[in-house]
T-cell receptor, first 112, second 112 residues
Framework: QKEVEQNSGPLSVPEGAIASLNCTYSDRGSQSFFWYRQYSGKSPELIMFIYSNGDKEDGRFTAQLNKASQYVSLLIRDSQPSDSATYLCAVQPDNYGQNFVFGPGTRLSVLP | EAQVTQNPRYLITVTGKKLTVTCSQNMNHEYMSWYRQDPGLGLRQIYYSMNVEVTDKGDVPEGYKVSRKEKRNFPLILESPSPNQTSLYFC???????????FGPGTRLTVL
């Protein structure tokens, strides 16, 4: 059974701080990794994806992937109250299918 | 407007009464998926489809059926719903090789 684990939180950070969200996965052969944001009562929306080891930056967001440790993280710099949401980590075991495994999500609260 | 639509948005039914949740996308996406979301468990993939007449099981397919007769539609069928299928259901679609899934607004199903 492929598993994706996240700390459910809530993770509380003050406005302007860096929020660090972590995710581990069990399938060593996993190829693609995604971070989705889900506001309460809404559907998930993609923030970032990463395929290669290392860092990928997009505005205030940085995704970090370490395949050897089976670990992917999302850093949110200069956190804003509007970043308060649940962040879902998703793993795609291979690049040819459409099977995605999601973690349970981490609830982030950015305090003004 | 590019979107994924689901109907109905809310449904209360009784055990054993067959139901269908419809999903339609207007983005000409090849890939479509169904997920259920339960507290503490995150999103779990039920079925996915990579093209018309091509469907495959996700991680929790038991008790569900799907069909893909047209590219834009991907209905989810519960032949004999049971209370453990009470959940929030999301449909999603994406283009090949891009892997960004666009989610519908969700359908909250309660089976009594």
């Amino acid at each position: 059974q492929k598993e994706v684990e996240q700390n459910s939180g809530p993770l509380s950070v003050p406005e302007g701080a860096i929020a660090s969200l972590n995710c581990t996965y069990s399938d060593r052969g996993s190829q693609s990794f995604f971070w989705y944001r889900q506001y309460s009562g809404k559907s998930p929306e993609l923030i970032m994806f990463i395929y290669s080891n290392g860092d990928k930056e997009d505005g205030r967001f940085t995704a970090q992937l370490n395949k050897a440790s089976q670990y992917v993280s999302l850093l949110i710099r200069d956190s804003q109250p509007s970043d308060s949401a649940t962040y879902l980590c998703a793993v795609q075991p291979d690049n040819y299918g459409q099977n995605f495994v999601f973690g349970p999500g981490t609830r982030l609260s950015v305090l003004p | 407007e590019a979107q994924v639509t689901q109907n109905p948005r809310y449904l209360i039914t009784v055990t054993g009464k067959k139901l269908t949740v419809t999903c339609s996308q207007n983005m000409n996406h090849e890939y479509m998926s169904w997920y259920r979301q339960d507290p503490g468990l995150g999103l779990r993939q039920i079925y996915y489809s990579m093209n018309v007449e091509v469907t495959d099981k996700g991680d929790v397919p038991e008790g569900y059926k799907v069909s893909r007769k047209e590219k834009r539609n991907f209905p989810l069928i519960l032949e004999s719903p049971s209370p453990n299928q009470t959940s929030l259901y999301f449909c999603a679609s994406s283009l090949p090789a891009l892997n960004e899934q666009f989610f519908g607004p969700g359908t909250r199903l309660t089976v009594l």
